[in-house]
């Protein structure tokens, strides 16, 4: 069972470059999540998912663009990289357990982003 | 607007003291879930609890206890005779109805040897 993966799991990009990390989950979740984890920063939301076909934006949305065409899967696009998106970004996926009510985050191992 | 502290950036405590983190969450819904997760070393994101808003009932397992307090808006973490197994960082967030789950900024825990 692989739960949450992410890949890749590092990359390195240059300035200006674009670049797509995937998200897979394989536990039939609704609800899917990026975020991005910086020192000191905790860990912040880029965008979200509610369901197939869905997206929205989280506390830090710009410079990022994400689509969820199939249910399983959730990207995160960089269109035109920069040295402030240099981040572990993680992703995330959970159920929904009523109205307005999810369970838990499963987290995947993060992938690991420097822009030069 | 939603919004969790952790105004503990980083606390150190010695092999089998108790210590306590903080969690004080902001949110106009009257629905909602608090969360802790732990990050250890190896950098993958744990899972510990989830509690709604409807359930004030303090929880217990094992080692670890949670108190959580509307009236304040805390939702406080502590682990009892801590271990060198409980240095991480932990992080505590909020769910509400718009389905945006918010993350405050963690605490960093050394358990000194």
Redesign the interface.
């Known amino acids: 069972n692989a739960g949450v993966t992410q890949t890749p799991k590092f990359r390195v990009l240059k300035t200006g470059q674009s670049m797509t990390l995937l998200c897979a989950q394989d536990m039939n979740h609704e609800y899917m999540y990026w975020y991005r984890q910086d020192p000191g920063m905790g860990l912040r939301l880029i965008h979200y998912s509610v369901g197939e076909g869905t997206t929205a934006k989280g506390e830090v949305p710009d410079g990022y663009n994400v689509s969820r065409l199939k249910k399983q899967n959730f990207l995160l696009g960089l269109e035109s990289a920069a040295p402030s998106q240099t981040s572990v970004y993680f992703c995330a996926s959970s159920y929904s357990i009523a109205e307005d009510s999810t369970g838990e985050l499963f987290f995947g191992e993060g992938s690991r982003l420097t822009v030069l | 607007a939603q919004k969790v502290t ?1 105004a503990q ?1 980083e606390i150190s405590v010695v092999e089998k003291e108790d210590v306590t983190l903080d969690c004080v969450y902001e949110t106009r819904d009257t ?1 909602y ?1 608090l ?1 802790w ?1 732990k990050q250890p070393p190896s ?3 744990v ?1 510990l609890i ?1 509690r ?1 808003s409807f359930d004030e009932q303090n929880e217990i397992s094992g080692r670890y206890s949670w108190n959580f307090q509307k009236s304040t808006s805390s939702f406080n973490f502590t682990i009892t005779a801590s271990q060198v197994v409980d240095s991480a960082v932990y ?1 505590c ?1 909020l ?1 509400t ?1 718009d ?8 605490t960093r825990l050394h358990i000194l040897p």
């Open positions: 952790q950036t629905t879930y969360f997760y950098g993958e994101l899972f989830r709604n992080f967030a769910d109805r389905d945006k789950i918010i993350f405050g900024k963690g």
